[in-house]
């Protein structure tokens, strides 16, 4: 990458308050004709772009732009309206397309929104390619539009959701039904509110449905993935199953025993190792995971001689290592999960029904098939800072080689400086949860103070 940083793109693409720098129309035009120069190959057809979106109210501002911004530059599009970013992944190489767009923020408030891209093979963008695209960005002369006559095009495509739909449920084992479940799942008001509940009822489930009234601003707002508490209520006084919530585009999913207990994309992992390698079906040995997957997972998977890979955090980091090493099974605690036999990206709707499918083979309830391993005490706190380095700062060095000798090999601490927001992440993880505070708080302390020094 040549050193170079990417100002634009984050860990999962381009974020920011709807209708505000640098989360404007004009932005989202831009970014359309750069990505579609990038991508537009002289193939003897006409180059084709594919966008869905959530139901934000935004995307009603930002999907015209980006047709705009294709078309200008000689490209068709295809619009498939409100869809999980999965099904935008799938979707892009079935229709030959040369990229995709999710026009989302995932599981943030309605005010904010994304932009998130597929290369042609349906797999998320590189480093290099989001780098060439903000260049790109950057230098759009006259010289990348077309002509008049050479304009692309725009349709709606109506069969959209029913192509996911069945590509979602041929995933699921043929010889196996939904008969007899009951499942709550939360929709989150967002891209999934109309596919999830009906491959769930098409497989034979009986299902609640809750947060599928999306209107504009009640994305993700005291629902979904984020915030399971509604779903896990709900599971308690319906007495299903089992409840699912996916986030605002469908691509997460935290699931809740029948009992009402939440289990994360750490338990899932777990689960899906121990079934799948029981099977021999797993591949790699083992599964991926970033490095905030709790030390109690990888204690688990050594235990059944499986193995843990950490990587940063970002699914995409997730699937690189995955595709590099050879392993079918990755994701992430927050409930991005990776089946790579059968989809390109994080896929809560998928993933769900490989839980399920679990689920009905062991014929137990799912807090007994679910819960794998105990997770250690993890604690994680953000410290804010204004400019420079504190870590480099010689008293939270110290703090920092104070809090690795506490722990002694017992537990892991990890500090990282977010890719969105000016903070510091200190996260620790070991046998006692009041040590562990303990060590997490003298960081934050250490670093907090100097940041206060660095500003006086």
Known sequence: MNGMARKLFGTDGIRGRANTEPMTADLAMKVAMAAGLHFRKDHGRR?????????????????????????????????????????????????????????????????????????????????????????????????????????????????????????????????????????????????????????????????????????????NDRCGATVPQSMRARVVEEGADVGLALDGDADRLILADEIGQVIDGDQVLGMMARSWSESGRLKGGGVVATVMSNLGLERYLQSIDLKLERTAVGDRYVLERMHSDGYNVGGEQSGHMIFSDYAKTGDGLLAALQVLAVLIRAGRPMSEVARVFAPLPQVLKNARYGGG??????????????????????????????????????????????????IVDAIVGAIEAEAKEGSA
Do not use: W
């Open 47 to 219: 180059p084709l772009a594919v966008i869905g979106k959530d139901t934000r109210l935004s995307g009603y501002m930002l999907e015209p732009a980006m047709v705009a911004g294709f078309t200008a530059i000689g490209m068709d599009v295809v619009l498939v309206g409100p869809m999980p970013t999965p099904a935008v992944a799938m979707l892009t190489p079935s229709l030959r397309a040369d990229l995709g767009v999710v026009i989302s923020a995932s599981h943030n408030a309605f005010h904010d929104n994304g932009i998130k891209l597929f290369g042609p093979d349906g797999y998320k963008l590189s480093d290099a390619a989001e780098l060439d695209i903000e260049a790109r960005m950057g230098d759009l002369g006259a010289g990348a539009l077309v002509g008049s006559r050479d304009l692309g095009r725009a349709r709606r495509m109506e069969d959209a959701q029913g192509r996911y739909i069945e590509a979602v449920k041929a995933a699921f084992p043929s010889n196996l039904s939904l008969d007899g479940l009951k499942v709550v799942v939360d929709c989150a008001n967002g891209a999934g509110y109309k596919v999830a509940p009906r491959v769930l009822y098409e497989l034979g489930a009986e299902v609640i449905p809750i947060g599928v009234e999306p209107n504009g601003f009640n994305i």
């Open 389 to 438: 380095d504190p870590l480099q700062t010689a008293a939270v060095k110290a703090a920092i080689a104070d809090g690795e000798r506490a722990l002694n090999g017992t537990g892991r601490l990890l500090i990282r400086k977010s890719g969105t927001e000016p903070v510091i992440r200190v996260m620790a993880e070991g046998e006692n949860q009041r040590a562990v505070a303990g």
